[in-house]
C-alpha cells in the first residue's frame, strides 16, 4: 500500500487548480503507473524518488504518467511534487529541493503562503521557431479555427517536448475554442507535437489566458500547462513583457493561474515558473 497526496496545483486566489497525484515511487510496472491518474480522477501521477543530498539540499528523482504512459516533464506535477515535499519537510521557513528528470537537473523552491503554498522551478532553456505552411493549416484546422482568426506569429517552442504556440484574438475568442480531438491529434501527430498551447495576447501588465490541448498524450484539456507557459514567457521575453499569470481551466470549471518570469543573464533568457498549490487530500492505494 502506498500513500498517495492529491494536489491541487496552479490554483487561482485558493481555488480550482489541476488535481496532480503525488506518490513514492515503488517496484510498480509502469503500467501500475499509468493506472494512478484514472483510479484517482487526476490527469497525471508524480512518482517520487529520494536520492540524497546534492549542494545541501534534498534531492529527488521525479517521473511523470498520465493514463497514456510516462512523459518526460510536466510542469503543474512538479509544483504539485514540491508541496508534497515542503508539507512533509514542515516549518515555516521556505524549501529548496533538487530535482532531477530523465533529462536535466534543476532546483525548486516552495514558501507558505496561508494555507496553502506556492512552488516555482527553472524549467530549463526554451528552443523557439516560427512555423507556418502545413503544420499551422493542421493545427488551425484541428482547433476549428481559420488562420485569420490567429493573433500574430505561431512558433513551436520546446523545453523538452515541442509544442504550438497559437495566439488567438481575444479571450473570448479562445474561451470560444471547439476543437476536433480527432484532427487535432493526427495533426500533432504528423509534426511530432506535444499539442497546441493557444493563448490570449498578453496584456501591459502580464496577463493573459491560455487553453492547453494535448489529445495525443492522453489529455484533451489541461487545467493548467507550466512548461508551456514557460515557453510563452521566453517567447514573450523577446517582445519586452518578463512577467506573466497566465489564467487556464476556466472552460473545465477549474480556474487556474500559472506564473513566469524571465530575465536575461549570459547564456539567454532563464525562466521561472510556478503557481500556488494545495493537498486537498491522502488515500491509500
Keep these: 500500500m502506498s500513500e498517495v497526496a492529491v494536489v491541487v496545483a496552479c490554483q487561482r486566489n485558493g481555488a480550482g487548480g489541476s488535481p496532480t497525484a503525488v506518490l513514492d515511487d515503488a517496484p510498480f510496472t509502469d503500467e501500475e503507473r499509468c493506472r494512478i491518474p484514472t483510479a484517482l480522477g487526476t490527469s497525471h501521477a508524480v512518482f517520487l524518488r529520494a536520492t540524497g543530498i546534492e549542494h545541501r539540499q534534498p534531492a529527488y528523482t521525479l517521473r511523470f504518467f498520465t493514463a497514456q504512459g510516462e512523459l518526460p516533464a510536466c510542469g503543474h506535477g512538479t509544483v504539485a511534487a514540491l508541496a508534497v ?116 495576447p498578453p496584456d501591459r501588465h502580464g496577463r493573459a489566458a491560455a487553453r492547453m490541448f494535448a489529445p495525443s498524450i492522453g489529455v484533451p484539456e489541461d487545467i493548467a500547462n507550466a512548461n508551456s507557459t514557460a515557453c510563452l514567457a521566453a517567447h514573450a521575453a523577446g517582445f519586452g513583457t518578463h512577467r506573466l499569470a497566465v489564467d487556464m481551466g476556466d472552460h473545465l470549471g477549474s480556474p487556474s493561474t500559472i506564473t513566469a518570469t524571465a530575465h536575461r543573464d549570459r547564456t539567454g533568457h532563464r525562466i521561472r515558473v510556478g503557481g500556488q498549490a494545495a493537498i486537498v487530500r491522502t488515500v491509500m492505494r
Design 85 to 200: 515535499l515542503a508539507e512533509r519537510e514542515g516549518g515555516d521557513h521556505d524549501y529548496r529541493a533538487a530535482l532531477r528528470t530523465a533529462h536535466r537537473s534543476f532546483d525548486g523552491r516552495a514558501s507558505r503562503n496561508g494555507d496553502g503554498l506556492t512552488a516555482s522551478f527553472d524549467p530549463g532553456p526554451v528552443s523557439l521557431h516560427s512555423t507556418g505552411g502545413p503544420e499551422l493549416r493542421a493545427v488551425v484546422g484541428g482547433l476549428g479555427l481559420t488562420e485569420d482568426a490567429v493573433a500574430g506569429d505561431a512558433c513551436v517552442a520546446s523545453n523538452g517536448r515541442p509544442r504550438l504556440l497559437l495566439p488567438i484574438l481575444s479571450r473570448a475568442a479562445l474561451a470560444g475554442l471547439t476543437p476536433d480531438l480527432t484532427l487535432l491529434r493526427a495533426a500533432c501527430d504528423r509534426y511530432g507535437l506535444l499539442g497546441c498551447y493557444a493563448y490570449s
